[in-house]
C-alpha cells in the first residue's frame, strides 16, 4: 500500500491482538470487548499503533470505555448507534433516451 495508507485490523479477542502486532498493524480495532478486558489487550499493543474500540460502545458506557484503567487510554472510540438505527429509504432512478 502507499505509505499514506494506513492498515486496520479487527479483533476480537487477545490472540488476534497479538498477531495484528506481530503483522505489524498500524491501528487495532477492539471489536466488542468489555471496558474490563481492555487493559489486557491494551498492555498488548506498543504505543506506536494505535487503538480504536468499537462494538458494545454507547452513550451509556462510552465513559467506562474511555477512562479505564490502563497505561494507555484507546485513541479513538466508535459507536454505531447512528448507523444502526438510521431508517432506511428505497430509491430507483430509471434513465430514459429523450425521443425528438
Known amino acids: 500500500a502507499p ?3 494506513k492498515i486496520e485490523v479487527e479483533t476480537e479477542t487477545l490472540e488476534q491482538v497479538r498477531e495484528a502486532v506481530e503483522a505489524g498493524a498500524d491501528i487495532i480495532m477492539l471489536d466488542n470487548m468489555t471496558p474490563d478486558m481492555l487493559p489486557s489487550a491494551l498492555e498488548r499493543i506498543p504505543s506506536f499503533i ?3 474500540v468499537s ?3 454507547s452513550l451509556d458506557t462510552i465513559r467506562a470505555y474511555a477512562t479505564v484503567n490502563s497505561f494507555r487510554k484507546p485513541d479513538f472510540i466508535s459507536v454505531g448507534r447512528i448507523t444502526h438505527s438510521a431508517v432506511t429509504a428505497d430509491l430507483s432512478m430509471r ?3 429523450e425521443t425528438a
Request: glycine share 16%.
Open 50 to 52: 494505535e487503538v480504536e
Open 95 to 97: 434513465i430514459a433516451k
Open 3 to 5: 505509505f499514506v495508507r
Open 55 to 57: 462494538g458494545g460502545v
